[in-house]
Structure formats: structure tokens, C-alpha cells
């Protein structure tokens, strides 16, 4: 019987637990992280050759909660999981992005990471979990890798920063921030935050890293008691020869593409370039492919280089240079709200959809259902970056994109009982160079405010690049697709003019510290002013009306006691008013009713009978109401829409004398009636002919 090796630590107000021997023991590596009643199982494997084609490493990362993990069965037809949730999207690039970089350069092989959630407390969010099992797994097997890796969630209670809250203490939480790092700095961040000042994250971040050197400690403990020698490994490395021939060959063609301003001349200027040098090196035996990599590789380093010797960009900006904004609102005639924001080559169509309370989304989770009433979707064509591929749906990057958009505008989202509607954004990239999620925040902005959603403040937001050769270091404000793919950081930082609202960072090194990332908050702070500036000449406050094309709804409040009674035997009641009337109807069980129709008629008339429904029945009132029977002595009349009956005596049909009562009212007739008495035992009397006088 193989041996099982535990490892535990304090961390927080749990116990943090690492084990591994038990189970999975075919995988390259597993461990089993366990944090209060929350437990994730990771696996690591690998391929035996690399795979020869690819030109980055090819890793996957599969994150699933297992329903049964808190003790449930999975609804739907099937009745268990299928296709992943978008929470275990965005958990899986949360795995993958920290732990991407730490792999040796050149390692081509298959690495895929599968992570399962095994049980959930419903206190405790497994994703911190899942990134320390992904680097123990990673750490203990015989896969090569740079780490270990740590990780921790860090929130703002009551002026206190507490480690791994809970569910329930984020939502009184001012932050939530995920920080991942190795011992040498940051990797990753990932979080929202009420509008926080820049002095307050970087503590935060000061915090969690202090806080997640713990969770490398237990990982070096557990690697000191069992790992496996690494695999000899066929790494993919250039030329040298090839290299040194390349870099002098392109010296100058490289320095007129740098002067070239738009995206598309300097991929085409490269791709003759690359013409050129292939047809100059493949006669001496080196590979097409080969000379691309290496040109890559080349033009990385000088672009590099042009930036921290010369201080400048290849567009031409300075290192703090924005580029050029242009904002439009109400660009689209038959939408609730829409706008067209242009960053550079960067550029996002939003448009803003009011609805119900019926469209809201139901989001089944571990820790519990919840509905949800502000959406945000990402939309990234083939077009935007003028390419020819087929158009699917949304990837793991439109969705990591949309919800980071999304939690950059919920601090300043109106809450429901001041706006009682349904809000989607759909944000379609119609070109793309550069932050587009970025763009998809300051675009998103506009058009809910065009639509006249009373958001609290105008957000933002920018992407900030850095460039580090040892003692060297350069940021860069708004990078482009460029500066993106050939610096070592990707800084997404959005807020309003009150503060920072969410962040994303990725670095492609083995981390930085916290002064590089305050410098860089600055820097994001100052751009923010510039943009907010040129939004607001646009549009600088929500529009007082919504769109004539948008739902109206009413709220109105009800004795919670009367819900019955207007609901009505099997839902009679509230279904004759919702036909009659063309209106949809939401009651909550405090007595808030919410009446939305697009006819602001069949809301008066919706109001009238509700009030019809659930007021008292009143003497000397009028009421419509409707025959239900007739009888030697009268008729029977149903007080509209109450359901409660009253009779008309025939003395009180007419003014003169009837002999036949179905010459005056029959079955199914309308009519107004006056309410003259209602006696001991609730017994309603009507009169149609006092109702006709009072008219006349």
C-alpha cells in the first residue's frame, strides 16, 4: 500500500490541507487541497513528445463542480452536468493565467490541468483551491515547471483586510481580490472593488502576498517529502546561427515598420519582410518556419529595445500617450440606449436592453441559486482583427472579457428598488487593437447612461503594459495588441472619478512587487481623468427618460395580506388582469408589486384593478362588474376583478317596473353598479339603476 503524504497550515480562519498517494495515482501528479468543507481535487498529465507544430505551450485547464459536492442533483433532463457554466470558465482561466508563465520557455509539450470539486461547504469558493492544487500537482510531478505558486483572496471589512472570506463576508466586502504570485512577486490579480483609492489596493496586494508566501511553504514541505525527477524534456529553441543572421538582415526593415502607424501596414510590411528573408536564408537549409519564429523573436527584442533606449512607441506616443478617443451615443434609432466609443484601432459598439423582471437570468451555483438582473456579453467577430474564421459561440475569452467588463460597472449600478429592470449590455468589438475589454467598459458606460439607466458614476477604463530588461523598466499607458503580446505585463485597471472598480494582471515573468503595480495604479489614475473627460463631453449624466421603445414599469405596494386575494383561486385573478390589460405582473412577498407593460394605458388600467382587487369594497362606491347569474329576484354581479359577488335586487335594475329581468341585464353583461349596503355577514347589495343616476 503506497504511502500518503499530508501537509497542513493555519490560513486564516481555516485549516489549509495538501494531500497526495490517495487517489489519481495514474496522473503525473495529484493533490487533494482541502479548506474548511471545501475540497477540489487537481490532476496534472503530459504528453511523452512535444508537439512539434505549436509555437506556444499547449496547456489546458478543465475546472468542474461536481453538483453532488454540495449535495444536490443537477436539474435539466439529463440530470447530470454537461457543458461547463460560465463560473467554471472564468475559474479555469483563473488557474490557467498565473500558472501559464512559469513553465520553461521552449516546453512545447501537452499539459492539461483538470480540476474537480469534490465538496463545497457553501462558505469557502474552491478557486483558490484549484490554483494551489494546479502548482502542487505541477510541483510534485515530473513535469518541468517554475513554481511553486500561491494564492490567496483577499476582502475589506469594516477597515480590516480579511483573508479568504467567506461568501457571505463578501457581500459586505468594499474588496475581492484574488492575488497569485511565486516568491520573487505578483502574477496575477484578479477583482472588484468599491471605487477603491489606489493607496488601499496596493496595501490589499501588500497583504495577500504576505499571506500567500504561506500557501508556497506548504508546497515546498510536501515537494521535500514527495516528488518525482523531472522528464527529460525536448525543448524548442532557435538558431543561434539563424538568429544572428535574421537580426542583422531585418535590422532596417524593422526600423521603418516601427514608424508605421496602423496595425494592418506593419502586418503587411512584416509579412514581405518575411518573404524576403526566407527567400534569402532557405537555400542556406534553414526551415520557413523556422525563419518566421526567429523573426518573431527579433522583432520582440527590437521592439523591446526601441522602447527602453529611445522612450518611444512604434505609433509614434510617448510612453504616457492615450491614443485618440472618439465617443458617440444614440447611434442606433430602435435600441433602449446604444454607443459607438473608438480608442485608436480599438473599438466597441455597445448597446443597452431593458427588461423585466421575467428576463432575469437564474444562475444555479454550489453555494446556492441567485438571480440575476445585470448582464454584460462580450462579442469578438473574426472581422475585428480582419481575419477569415468561422463565428461560434462565445469562447472562454469573450466570457472572461464580458464578466470583467460586468464587474467594473456593478458598484455604480442603480439598485432594484430605485430601477426595477432587467439591464443587458451586448458589447460587439468591431475593431481590435489592444483592451478591448477596456474599451467594452468605457462603451458600456455610455450606452447605459444614453438609455437612461441612473448609473452612480461614469467608469472607465485602460490597459497598462510593461517592458523589464534587468535594472530597465518602462510602463506603458493604453498598450496596443503589440505591446501586449511582446511586453511582460497586461494591467487592466477600470474606476470612476471616485476610484477603482475592478483590475485584471497578468504578468509574463516570474512576478514583480507592489511598487512597479502603485506605480502603474498612478499611471492608470491619470488616464482615467483624460478618458472620463472625453466621455463626458458626450454624455455626461443618464438621461431623465428611458427610451419609447423600453417597457415602462410601475411599482406599487399591497397589504402582503391581500397577495391571495389578488392572485385568486388557481391564479384567476391576477391572469384576467395581466390578459385584459397586456401587462406583466411580479408580486414579492413583502406586497411589492411591479407592473411593466410597453402600453402605459394598460398600466393605469393594470393599477386600477389591482386597486379594484385589493381596497375594501365600499358603500356609495361605483364598480364595473359582470353578470354571473340571474335569478326570480335579481341578478348576481361579480365586483370586477375581485371575484366577490354582490346582488342587484330587481327593484334596483330600474327606474320602472320590469317583468321580465333578462329584457334589462343578462349573463355576461357588464355593467356599473353602486355598492348601497353591505350587511353583517359581508352580503354585498347593488344597485344598477343608482350607478345610472349618479352618471346622468
Known amino acids: 500500500m503506497e504511502e500518503i503524504f499530508t501537509e497542513k497550515i493555519k490560513l486564516g480562519n481555516q485549516e489549509l490541507i495538501l494531500e497526495t498517494g490517495r487517489i489519481a495515482k495514474q496522473a503525473n501528479g495529484s493533490v487533494i487541497v482541502q479548506y474548511g468543507g471545501t475540497v477540489v481535487l487537481v490532476t496534472v ?63 512545447l509539450n501537452e499539459v492539461q490541468i483538470v480540476g474537480l470539486v469534490l465538496s463545497s461547504d457553501g462558505e469557502n469558493d474552491p478557486d483558490i483551491l484549484g490554483i494551489i492544487g494546479g502548482s502542487s500537482a505541477l510541483c510534485i510531478s515530473d513535469i518541468p515547471f517554475l513554481g511553486p505558486l500561491g494564492a490567496v483572496r483577499v476582502g475589506y471589512i469594516d477597515k480590516q483586510f480579511i483573508l479568504n472570506p467567506t461568501y457571505q463576508e463578501l457581500e459586505g466586502s468594499d474588496l475581492d481580490i484574488v492575488i497569485a504570485g511565486t516568491k520573487n512577486g505578483i502574477i496575477m490579480l484578479e477583482g472588484k472593488t468599491n ?30 517529502r514527495v516528488s518525482k525527477p523531472k522528464m527529460k524534456v525536448k525543448y524548442k529553441i532557435l538558431d543561434e546561427n539563424l538568429i544572428s543572421l535574421v537580426r542583422e538582415s531585418s535590422k532596417v526593415g524593422l526600423e521603418e515598420i516601427f514608424k508605421l502607424a496602423k496595425k494592418d501596414q506593419r502586418e503587411e510590411a512584416l509579412d514581405c519582410l518575411c518573404k524576403e528573408l526566407e527567400e534569402k536564408f532557405t537555400p542556406l537549409g534553414f526551415l520557413s518556419e523556422d525563419i518566421r519564429r526567429v523573426l518573431i523573436e527579433v522583432e520582440r527584442e527590437r521592439l523591446r529595445r526601441y522602447i527602453l533606449d529611445e522612450g518611444k512607441r512604434i505609433d509614434g506616443r510617448s510612453t504616457d500617450e492615450i491614443r485618440p478617443i472618439n465617443c458617440q451615443v444614440g447611434v442606433l434609432p430602435r435600441t433602449h440606449g446604444s454607443s459607438l466609443f473608438t480608442r485608436g484601432q480599438t473599438q466597441s459598439l455597445c448597446v443597452t436592453t431593458l427588461g423585466t423582471r421575467t428576463d432575469e437570468q437564474l444562475i444555479e451555483a454550489l453555494e446556492g441559486e441567485r438571480f440575476k438582473s445585470f448582464m454584460l456579453h462580450y462579442s469578438f467577430p473574426p472581422f475585428s482583427v480582419g481575419e477569415v474564421s468561422p463565428v461560434r459561440g462565445p469562447g472562454r475569452r469573450e466570457i472572461g472579457h464580458g464578466i470583467l467588463a460586468e464587474k467594473s460597472l456593478l458598484s455604480v449600478m442603480p439598485k432594484k428598488e430605485e430601477f426595477p429592470y432587467t439591464i443587458r449590455v451586448v458589447s460587439e468589438i468591431l475593431e481590435s487593437n489592444g483592451s478591448s475589454s477596456m474599451a467594452t467598459v468605457c462603451a458600456a458606460s455610455l450606452a447605459l447612461m444614453d438609455a437612461g439607466v441612473p448609473i452612480k458614476d461614469a467608469v472607465c477604463g485602460i490597459a497598462l503594459g510593461l517592458i523589464k530588461e534587468d535594472n530597465q523598466i518602462c ?63 458626450t454624455i455626461s449624466k443618464p438621461r431623465q427618460q428611458i427610451s419609447c421603445f423600453a417597457p415602462r414599469i410601475e411599482r406599487m405596494k399591497i397589504d402582503p395580506l391581500k397577495i391571495g386575494e389578488l392572485i385568486g383561486p388557481g391564479g384567476k385573478t391576477i391572469r384576467k388582469i395581466i390578459k385584459s390589460c397586456n401587462v406583466t405582473m411580479d408580486i414579492e412577498d413583502d406586497g411589492n408589486l411591479l407592473i411593466a407593460s410597453m402600453n402605459e394605458e394598460g398600466i393605469r388600467k393594470a393599477i386600477e384593478m389591482v386597486l379594484a382587487v385589493v381596497e375594501e369594497i365600499m358603500v356609495g362606491r361605483n364598480y364595473q362588474t359582470k353578470v354571473t347569474r340571474v335569478v326570480p329576484y335579481g341578478a348576481f354581479a361579480e365586483i370586477l376583478p375581485s371575484g366577490k359577488e354582490g346582488l342587484i335586487h330587481i327593484s334596483e335594475l330600474a327606474d320602472y317596473f320590469i317583468k321580465n329581468i333578462e329584457d334589462v341585464v343578462k349573463v355576461g353583461d357588464e355593467i356599473k353598479v353602486k355598492v348601497i349596503g353591505i350587511d353583517e355577514f359581508g352580503r354585498i347589495s347593488l344597485s344598477k339603476k343608482k350607478a345610472e343616476q349618479a352618471s346622468n
Open 195 to 224: 471605487q477603491a483609492s489606489e493607496e488601499l489596493i496596493k496595501d490589499a496586494i501588500d497583504f495577500g502576498f504576505s499571506s500567500l508566501i504561506k500557501t508556497i511553504e506548504i508546497q515546498e514541505e510536501l515537494v521535500q
Open 45 to 107: 498529465c503530459v504528453s511523452k513528445e512535444p508537439k512539434e507544430e505549436a509555437d506556444f505551450l499547449p496547456l489546458t485547464v478543465e475546472y468542474q463542480e461536481k453538483t453532488y459536492a454540495a449535495g444536490k442533483i443537477p436539474g435539466g433532463f439529463f440530470k447530470r452536468e454537461g457543458r461547463p457554466s460560465e463560473s467554471e470558465i472564468l475559474t479555469s482561466r483563473l488557474i490557467d493565467r498565473p500558472l501559464r508563465p512559469l513553465f520553461p520557455k521552449g516546453f
Open 475 to 537: 510602463l506603458l499607458t493604453d498598450i496596443t495588441g503589440l505591446e501586449d503580446h511582446f511586453g511582460d505585463m497586461d494591467f487592466k485597471v477600470a474606476g470612476t472619478r471616485g476610484g477603482i472598480v475592478s483590475l485584471q494582471l497578468d504578468i509574463k515573468t516570474e512576478g514583480i512587487n507592489s511598487e512597479i503595480l502603485y506605480s502603474a495604479l498612478k499611471k492608470a489614475k491619470s488616464a482615467r481623468e483624460i478618458i472620463l473627460e472625453k466621455m463626458e463631453e
